[in-house]
């Protein structure tokens, strides 16, 4: 990557690193979003963006890596599969504290905190 | 070096995708609204459906399609509705140490990819045509051989998230007045 004409070439020629970088982009944000906000909702909404980060990386990876053939995507469709779940879990979850506490804010679930 | 109008093509379409994918990542982050949250995730959603497409899984985009925008993001929206009131703009959205959290976002993303650049695969992107021209055909043959008891463990972890999900969302009875219908 020293001179500019090579600096355009790796970024013309789309790898899976490039996938790699955009999934890790991805996965920080939804990082910085479960860490920084208060609702609940909000708090799920950043771990689907890291489960969907996740997903690229897993179909990025088994490109470049040489998995067994589309083994990657079935290991997407249970990433999928389990966000799913987890989705269900989690607004359930917040639902009955919104019933109990008429709040969705994460630093007042503190029932099981001693 | 020049390069030609079609090699062109494929890199700009990776950059736009990733462009409105992380992009709309930032707006469900930094937007104070939620509604306007979740309907940024939608946005994103479509763009990680957009690259598994580049990615030539095109049934998964499908499925990423149906069950992330159909199912979650609905739910999502359903779930901020029916908590309407606490999900106001003027409620303060954001923690005490939001800048902490930021930082630990940064500090994560700059060594994942310090890792990645000692790791460096530069194998180019080719893609690879699949005989019949459909990748859904192998998918599904391995989900049914080798794959087979985790596809059933992951349908029964499904029907337990259901089930608790129910009995979670369920009104608790009131326990002062017997016999009340709700």
């Not at chain 2, 929206?77 to 939001?98: H, K, W």
């Amino acid at each position: 990557m020293s001179s500019p004409t090579e600096f355009l070439d790796t970024l013309l020629n789309i790898t899976p690193t490039h996938y790699l970088v955009v999934a890790f982009a991805l996965f920080a944000i939804g990082l910085a979003g479960v860490l920084i906000r208060r609702n609940a909702i909000l708090i799920l909404m950043g771990i689907e963006l890291m489960l969907n980060s996740s997903n690229i990386v897993l179909l990025a990876a088994g490109r470049s890596f040489g998995l067994q053939e589309q083994s990657a995507g079935v290991f997407v469709v249970f990433v999928i599969t389990i966000a799913a779940a987890e989705a269900i879990v989690g607004l359930a979850l917040i639902l009955a504290c919104y019933r109990k506490w008429r709040d969705v804010s994460a630093d007042r679930f503190n029932l099981m905190k001693w | 070096m020049s390069y030609s109008l079609s090699e062109l093509v494929r890199p700009l379409i990776f950059y736009l995708l990733s462009f409105i994918t992380l992009g709309s990542a930032i707006m469900v982050v930094v937007k104070r609204n939620i509604f306007h949250s979740a309907l940024f995730l939608i946005l994103s959603f479509f763009g990680v459906a957009a690259l598994f497409i580049t990615l030539d899984a095109e049934f998964l985009a499908a499925v990423q399609v149906l069950v992330y925008i159909g199912a979650i993001a609905i739910l999502i929206l359903f779930a901020i509705m029916l908590t309407r009131r606490i999900s106001d703009p003027l409620v303060r959205q954001t923690t005490r140490s939001y800048i902490l959290g930021a930082f630990v976002g940064a500090l994560l993303l700059f060594f994942l990819i310090f890792a990645l650049l000692q790791l460096s695969p530069t194998t180019p992107y080719a893609p690879q045509t699949v005989q019949g021209g459909d990748a859904t055909y192998p998918l599904g043959e391995l989900l049914m051989t080798n794959y087979l008891i985790p596809f059933e463990v992951i349908s029964v972890l499904l029907v337990a998230a259901l089930i608790g999900a129910i009995i979670l969302a369920r009104r608790e009875k009131r326990t002062g007045k017997r016999g009340e219908k709700r």
